[in-house]
């Protein structure tokens, strides 16, 4: 619940800093522009999500024939959920790892890679699995994809406003001589789409905090969730992956932890302070 809430106050912030934006940046043409540009292709994105991530990450289908635990496994989760049963793909990738993706519950795959079978137990597999159907039931595909519209429509119109000012255009937009503080208006075209991507990393990890706990409310302990995410942390830790920046926030580990800039921008909480609240009677 808490996590929904931040959520919701995150977004709210995030469409905030829109409007703050379009008001400095020159009006609302330049911001509107780039939120049609930003929805459109993000909109794009979210509706071919299941397509676009499991091509990316070069995975195939596997059939209960193939892979009867896996099946056996989300099937259970399935109907504890009350939900339809997604689509189970296996990619190559030797980092252990897995996502899910798709517009909705009856579009959605889940992905496990080679390198998490291989070293998790059946157990600890259901713990991650049930992660990545409750990212399904949560709908943070959409929540996802909205903020990423809105992070984009604000960076574009700071590029454009930035353009603008450089070849003399004043920043566009129909504005007058109410015109703004030109330092004031520098500093937004800066410090706008920065703020909107702390915003953004933001929410996608207090999606992950809730995808967490409604899998551990799912199996009534967070125990093997915890023990799997201790694995998974290490093994990308140890093990390289050459996954697109773009998607790496889907995924249930950092697959670019290696990588990692800050916590500030990381788009995954903490994996001790996951597996510290997994392991409290809190969320269970």
Known sequence: MMNNLKTTMLLAGLGGLC???????????GLAIGLVIGLAMCGGSYWFSDSLAIKSARAVEVGAEQMPQYHSIMRDLCMRAGMPMPRLYVSKNPQPNAFATGRSPEHAAVCVTEGLLAILTWDEIQGVLAHELSHVRNRDILIGSVAAAIAMGITFAASMARWALIFGGGGGGGRDDRDGNPIVMLLMMILAPVAAGLIRASISRSREYEADASAARLLGTGEPLARA????ESGAQRIP?????????????????GRQLGKLFSTHPPAADRIARLRSSAWV
């Not at 409007?19 to 043409?29: E, N, Q």
């Not at 992956?241 to 950092?254: F, K, L, M, R």
Request: aromatic fraction near 6%.
């Open 229 to 232: 995410l201790e694995k998974l």
């Open 241 to 257: 992956s050459h996954v697109n920046p773009a998607e790496a926030s889907a995924y249930i580990v950092n697959p670019l932890s």
């Open 19 to 29: 409007m703050a934006v379009g008001y400095l940046l020159g009006g609302p043409t």
